[in-house]
């Protein structure tokens, strides 16, 4: 059970979880700089379900040293990274978005990480609300990638 007294029915370890970890992700900007924050504690059951990752860590399955560690450079805050990688690990089908912009750095991210279930979220967030001029070239770029 977990502290609201529900039942645990994940097959995915929670984010965070420290007892299961196996994966150390550190992530950097764009010119190297390292995130406050980091590595990442994860896990290679969760992440092996994801094109991306599983690519990365294809060629440490066979190695028995634990936690892999895997370095990711991206163009993204590492706030926005953490947040893309909490939706990704929660069991919920759907996430709630405060706003367009949210999604569109939530999509972003997703892009970047080839998480397809949470790109498809975004896409249907974003076919049900409105947005501003400013943002359409940004939805339009984004949703131009096939999803």
């Not at 059970?1 to 764009?30: H, Y």
């Not at 924050?37 to 994801?50: V, Y």
């Not at 990704?88 to 750095?105: G, N």
Request: charged share 25%.
């Amino acid at each position: 059970m977990d502290s609201t007294g529900k039942e645990q029915i994940d097959r995915w370890p929670q984010f965070g979880a420290t007892n299961s970890d196996d994966v150390r992700l550190q992530i950097f900007g764009p010119n190297r700089e390292e995130y406050e924050g980091n590595p990442l504690r994860l896990h290679s059951q969760t992440l092996q379900a994801l094109e991306f990752f599983k690519s990365l860590l294809s060629e440490r399955w066979s190695s028995d040293i634990r936690p892999f560690e895997i370095e990711v450079s991206t163009s993204q805050s590492f706030e926005n990274y953490l947040k893309c990688i909490e939706m990704m690990y929660s069991s919920t089908s759907t996430h709630r978005f405060s706003d367009v912009d949210e999604c569109l750095v939530i999509l972003s991210v997703a892009s970047e990480l080839l998480v397809d279930k949470l790109m498809q979220q975004c896409r249907r967030y974003l076919e049900a609300v409105r947005w501003i001029s400013e943002q359409e070239s940004k939805i339009r770029n984004l949703l131009s990638c096939p999803i």
